[in-house]
């Protein structure tokens, strides 16, 4: 299998503009994840994908591989759909750019999913990570996913689900970890399904694969790492980071 991974850039992020443009331990935090990505030694190739001059030149100018996008997207998974169109590739793994803790075992026990999918029944796969903090769970910057007995997603929200009627029940509550990996075919199918109004009102983009009937495997990682999304998190990465 030729397996890639793909990090969608964009400058603008409406909750932490420039947010990837920020220093993080002497780097901009993109070029923190790019590294993080390619040290991995996971990949045969990787990528940032981006709408920006600024984000491509960083890349580019400290050697790594950028990819402008043509069109206007909603979301990361659009962007990269468009750039792997005419690639010849069989996984591709989105990583966000906002993850400058990106480490291997993760990313390795995702791939697997793969590797032991002989019915190719799986469209994708992505991670999760316990939460215990009531803060956590309920923050809606925190995505959480639900899933089956087989560790398939059933929902994903910004809202505590379960809903704790009975915090006695033994329920795990778990976020989602904003990383995919497709097979070619489901990333390409992606931006012709319609956005649907569950997506529409979570702005979960995972959401939209659910609602036409897709198959998500989460896998379980206790690594937490840090995502920025807001000024604060920088300021724990950085601390971190030290």
């Not at 070029?31 to 600024?54: G, P, W």
Request: hydrophobic residues 40%.
């Amino acid at each position: 299998m030729k397996i890639i991974s793909m990090i969608p850039a964009r400058y603008a992020a409406s909750r932490f503009p420039a947010k990837l443009m920020q220093n993080l331990g002497g780097k901009s935090v993109i070029l923190r994840t790019y590294e993080a990505t390619v040290n991995t030694r996971l990949f045969h190739d990787v990528y940032v994908v981006t709408d920006s001059d600024i984000i491509f030149n960083e890349i580019t100018a400290n050697g790594g591989k950028a990819i402008m996008s043509i069109k206007e997207h909603e979301c990361g998974s659009d962007r990269i759909a468009e750039a792997v169109e005419n690639m010849d590739v069989d996984i591709v793994v989105n990583v966000q750019g906002d993850e400058p803790f990106t480490e291997k075992e993760s990313l390795r026990k995702v791939l697997e999913v793969f590797k032991d999918d002989h019915q190719k029944e799986i469209d994708l796969a992505s991670l999760m990570t316990p939460l215990t903090d009531w803060e956590d769970i309920s923050n809606p910057n925190n995505v959480k996913v639900i899933v089956d007995n087989r560790d398939f997603a059933l929902y994903f929200s910004r809202s505590p689900i379960p809903f704790p009627r009975d915090k006695e029940a033994g329920a795990t509550y778990y976020k989602h970890k904003g990383i995919y990996a497709f097979r070619k075919q489901a990333l390409i199918a992606f931006p012709n399904m319609k956005m649907m109004p569950l997506e529409a009102t979570e702005k979960i983009e995972a959401i939209r694969f659910l609602e036409h009937g897709k198959k998500i495997k989460m896998v379980e990682t206790s690594v937490t790492g840090i995502e920025i999304d807001t000024p604060e998190d920088l300021e724990k990465a950085k601390k971190v980071w030290k």
